[in-house]
């Protein structure tokens, strides 16, 4: 398989990323559709656990805790722009390979610390899980139904959405203030901030009642008849955004609902009355059929995918948002570039030729 050379904004950036679980991976995904070159060091004997997140790495297999595995972290780092570790506060100084030791080297370093907790507090070197870090946070609570139990958003909240996202951010804006200062810095991303930062839009909301974070109750949480989604005639879901008012008008027109809905939209007394007759409505046609009427539209409606049929929408087709690579299907880079596009590129074993290279200056 012959791979795609970058072209991405972050060619030329160097990266050295310790292997890891959850939100690590997925930042180094991030950075290399962007273009980084990434080295990943491995412990010995270990093979690749998502081949998705962990594409266009230089694996390189080594004992840290050797000291020829110690040199060869050492060197690498010496030539590299970021360093990219999730490891529990502590192991990377007690490797020998913290901050301090790191940035006296190599003062432009870029030393990225992904956690859970953060690098401080109370529970910085408890375990713990993207479903722990965001129950603390109170986004958490907001999901689920009314008079249940609160249900785990999978890990994309958390893992990814306060996780990855936030490390990348952070390491893309240390290495733009280092253009300006010429010195590297450490990013502690830590998910308990991320998801903190991700529920800013509720804590400036707190004066509208309708936007409620209690669990089943706001607007957003699916207390809305026109902000959730309804079980069709085959048993297939179709959900529906319908907000404003223009919007919702043009639901209830399309969908041919009863008159006495379009009264009162924002009116929660008359949310649950409102969604057993929406209900009933969605029951009478299945969901192929409720998308040929309502999707496109300003309805705000589509249907519920499952993951394998989302890859074939006609959207996403037309979006090209997937490929296959190696007999794995493979989420195409975002954001877009129209100048330096991100690329989909394969993973070797040439890591240590790789940290070679960069010792040499290339």
Known sequence: MTDTPSKGPLTGVKVVEFAG???????????ADMGAEIVRIERPGSQPSNPVVERARHRA????????????????????DVVLEGFRPGVMERLGL?????????PRLIFARMTGWGQDGPLAHAAGHDLNYIAITGALDAVGRKGDTAVPPQNLVGDFGGGSMYCALGILAALFERERSGKGQVVDAAIVDGVTSLMSFFFGVRHVPYLTTNRGEGMLG?????????????GKEISI???EPQFYAELLEKADAPEALREAQMKPANWDDYTTQLAALFKTKTQAEWTAILEGSDACAAPVLPLEEAREHPHMKARGL???RGG????????RFSRTPGTIRDSDQDGAAVVARWAEGG
């Open 241 to 243: 955004g319908a907000i």
């Open 21 to 31: 679980i959850g939100p690590g991976p997925h930042v180094g995904m991030l950075l």
């Open 322 to 324: 997937y490929e296959e």
């Open 61 to 80: 297999a080594v004992d840290v805790k050797s000291e020829e595995g110690l040199a060869f972290c050492k060197d690498a780092l010496r030539n590299a």
């Open 222 to 234: 699916g207390a809305a008849h026109f902000y959730r989604c309804y079980e069709c005639a085959d």
């Open 328 to 335: 794995m299907i493979h989420t195409a880079p975002a954001p």
């Open 98 to 106: 913290g901050p301090d030791v790191l940035l006296e080297a190599n």
